[in-house]
């Protein structure tokens, strides 16, 4: 049985969306977590667009002298390409933050452990 | 059309805009900031009732496109919303003119007590609020999400801009966060996209409730998408498990930036709640998972405010603590209960921007929060600690006080729905809470003053003080007169989801 090209896209979005996962909550290095975060972020968008894929679907651009009613049963559905490319933009504004706040803390505690950096500050307010 | 609805949310990015413009000008930006700061509440209170369609795209009526999937055709959805909508309702009326009342005394406060004002943290302020207005006034999934995203990224950036110590690894680590939760809020959003066709909260709610959630397949996709988006909720609200950074970014941010961030997190708490309500109110777990994680915000958040022996971070998860409330009236599931819940949420950014404002004086005069190294600070400002002290009274319930109302209205609701035994944990947390404020106010104000206690400066800024007294008024109508907003909130809640 041939495995359809939405199905397939479907099985790699979950996985990387579980791998992301993975990396972001059990491995130790921030580099690591935050790649691990673009791979659910990439596997969010993927599962996006594979969602409303259409086998021999059409450009969804209405040409003049076009049939409304042939043009909304065989164009793909726009929308879901127009949050992608958003969710691609929000998700790089994201990383670009991540990263900076990562670097200045390398810089400040010449680690890149996040049980070093992050984990010893949960306390009760006796910090000084 | 109404322009003024628009304007809530492009008026603010475009000052915004502005303001990291002039970033290096303190005069320009401290009067650009002080005008934008007067304009805001007054667009709210000046623009009419209604719908704004984004690019003058009106709702398909009655179109004669046979194509349109079965699944829309065959339901009870008369109209289909082709471009994002802003709804502009009573509710959405009162909790923007409040943030933006919130967000003027926080301005003011900062603008006069500062002799270098910020650019880049006035550019934070004015695009979360912009975000905010977007996320209430929005009926549009996704347009709820970019503004969710942004939301997040002015909540860390005002913590960064702030000079706390460890302020960098809060920032972090509740950005790390915010790349699981967001996601999986977008996951969500993407299957219901999937399974309605549409972004839009109206369409999604009428496709869910007349054909989605006759089969048992499909409910169970709703069901999923609800988990999903519950979760990015959860992160956006500071609910368990996302309370401890929550509260760490309140604690890490100066008193200007908390007042005006938990106004943020409650804003976008009230726009998800609705919209959650709206979609998934038919699904049975609904109520019941909104209620259960209400009652251990609740518990959790006083629980861990007892043991803070910093006056912000105590403050900060007696606020999350308190959303548990809001939380809870839409638990309930009743009309009067959801009246009660969102009542309770404006009172709680109400007194808890009066509280870190107030408090934040403390921090002003003494360079510290620790209540351990703090004592008789009544002989510096009576008038503030008498105002902390009545705003204290407002956040734990205490008559006649708003919070009083709207605890009592969420309590009575409880035991009108038949659950007496939520209104005896809201009666014990309200309890805790009191308590919690009496040793933190004697610690602060009326025990001995240490010798070693050092003061930076002499006096509060009678900004400040100002901002405070307009909070304390504002406490004590609503609490004489709360019909001023349950009566809009009913209303507008009866055309939503009854």
């Known amino acids: ?128 | 059309m109404n322009y003024l609805i628009p304007l809530m949310v492009i008026f603010p990015i475009f000052a915004a805009l502005l303001i990291n413009l002039f970033g290096k000008h303190n005069k320009t930006i401290k009067i650009l900031s002080f005008i934008v700061a007067i304009i805001l509440p007054l667009i709210t209170l000046f623009a009419s009732y209604g719908l704004h369609f984004f690019g003058g795209h009106k709702p398909l009526i009655d179109t004669n496109i046979t194509g349109l999937p079965t699944y829309i055709t065959s339901t009870n959805l008369y109209s289909m919303h082709p471009a994002i909508t802003y709804s502009f309702t009573p509710l959405t009326k009162v909790f923007i003119f409040i943030m933006c009342i919130i967000v003027f005394l926080s301005v003011f406060s900062y603008l006069t007590s500062e002799k270098k004002a910020s650019g880049s943290f006035l550019f934070l302020v004015f695009m979360g609020t912009a975000a905010v207005s977007a996320m209430i006034l929005s009926d549009d999934l996704f347009n709820m999400y970019v503004f969710f995203e942004i939301a997040a990224l002015v909540q860390t950036g005002i913590v960064i801009a702030s000079k706390a110590e460890d302020n960098y690894e809060t920032a972090l680590k509740y950005m790390i966060l915010g790349s699981i939760g967001g996601p999986m809020l977008l996951l969500g959003i993407t299957i219901l996209l999937a399974i309605t066709g549409s972004v839009n909260i109206t369409d999604i709610a009428i496709i869910i409730s007349t054909v989605l959630i006759k089969s048992p397949i499909s409910k169970a996709v709703v069901l999923f998408s609800f988990a999903l988006i519950l979760f990015g909720w959860l992160y956006a609200s500071g609910f368990p498990p996302f309370h401890v950074i929550k509260s760490s970014l309140y604690s890490k941010s100066e008193s200007y930036g908390s007042s005006i961030l938990q106004a943020m997190s409650l804003l976008t708490l009230v726009a998800f709640l609705i919209a959650m309500a709206r979609m998934f109110y038919l699904i049975n777990i609904f109520n019941g998972a909104i209620l259960i994680v209400s009652i251990i915000a609740m518990i959790l958040g006083v629980s861990m405010a007892v043991m803070q022996t910093d006056f912000r971070r105590m403050i900060a998860y007696l606020s999350v603590g308190e959303l548990g409330f809001v939380g809870l009236g839409f638990g309930l599931g009743t009309k009067f209960s959801m009246t009660a819940g969102l009542f309770q949420g404006i009172n709680e950014m109400i007194v808890t921007a009066l509280l870190f404002l107030g408090l934040g004086s403390v921090v002003y005069l003494t360079n510290t929060s620790n209540i351990r190294k703090l004592g008789g600070l009544i002989s510096k400002s009576e008038s503030m600690a008498i105002m902390v002290l009545l705003g204290g009274f407002a956040m734990a319930g205490v008559p006649p006080f708003n919070g009083f109302r709207s605890k009592f209205m969420i309590i009575h609701a409880a035991l009108l729905a038949g659950y007496p035994e939520v209104a005896v944990i809201a009666i014990l947390i309200s309890i805790a809470t009191f308590f919690v404020f009496v040793k933190a106010l004697h610690g602060i104000y009326l025990k001995p003053q240490p010798n070693d206690l050092e003061f930076v400066h002499d006096s509060i800024p009678k900004s400040v003080i100002f901002s405070v007294a307009v909070l304390t008024i504002m406490c004590l109508i609503l609490g004489l007169y709360p019909e001023i907003v349950t009566v809009p909130i009913s209303q507008a809640l009866g055309g939503l989801i009854i």
Request: net charge negative.
């Open chain 1, 1 to 128: 049985m041939m495995i359809s090209t939405q199905l397939l896209c479907l099985f790699a979005a979950g996985a990387l969306i579980i791998i992301g996962l993975f990396a972001a909550i059990f491995i130790d290095n921030i580099i690591k977590k935050v790649v691990g975060l673009s791979f659910i972020e990439e596997g969010v968008n993927l599962f996006i667009i594979c969602l409303t894929y259409k086998e021999g679907g059409i450009v969804p651009i209405l040409a003049p002298g076009m049939n409304v009613n042939w043009f909304a049963q065989n164009a793909a559905y726009p929308l879901p390409q127009a949050l992608v490319l958003t969710s691609i933009v929000i998700g790089a504004s994201t990383l670009a933050v991540i990263l900076a706040l990562t670097m200045f803390l390398y810089k400040k505690y010449g680690s890149l452990s996040a049980h070093e950096i992050l984990n010893n500050k949960y306390d009760m307010g006796d910090e000084e």
